[in-house]
């Protein structure tokens, strides 16, 4: 490897761990139409994940640890979406709660009067990625292990 290029790779790499730019992980939709579309999208997703769970275990495939992974993954990604259903409910289909930019690191919330509390849910529901990347991981891992599964029971019929 060339020298100066792993050198500018390492200071690009230490600079965007300095100085990130913002990431948006949950995105605003134009009104009201691709809001409702989002919205619907999160409910199928979720709807989708539960039923797969329900199959998972109906057949009885989550004694395999490949698809026990899958079914852990489908559980995080029902959870996801409740989560990113509620923050764009919170942010862009209520009053309660008042999101102004101060700069570009910085939100300002202010709740309506009575709601003091929707500040520290709305906060909390923004750690979506705790719930996603679990969800990627077991996912991830599951389908290793059913590739694995499979690659081994494939090597043992040819003999």
Excluded at 6 to 29: E, G, R
Excluded at 40 to 58: C, D, E, T
């Amino acid at each position: 490897m060339n020298p100066r290029f792993s050198s500018t790779a390492l200071w690009l790499l230490a600079w965007t761990v300095i100085a990130p730019l913002p990431v948006f992980a949950t995105q605003q939709h134009g009104h009201p139409e691709g809001l409702y579309a989002h919205q619907m999208a999160h409910v199928l997703f979720a709807f989708s994940m539960a039923l797969l769970i329900y199959w998972l275990r109906k057949r009885g495939l989550t004694t395999d640890s490949g698809w026990r992974h899958i079914q852990y993954a489908a559980f995080f990604f029902i959870l996801w979406n409740a989560d990113a259903f509620l923050v764009h409910f919170i942010e862009e289909q209520t009053t309660v709660l008042e999101i102004s930019r101060v700069d570009f690191r910085q939100l300002r919330l202010q709740p309506q009067p009575g709601y003091e509390w929707i500040d520290t849910v709305f906060y909390l529901s923004k750690l979506d990625h705790l719930l996603c990347v679990p969800a990627l991981i077991f996912l991830y891992s599951g389908l290793k292990r059913l590739l694995a599964a499979g690659t081994r029971h494939a090597g043992s019929n040819r003999a």
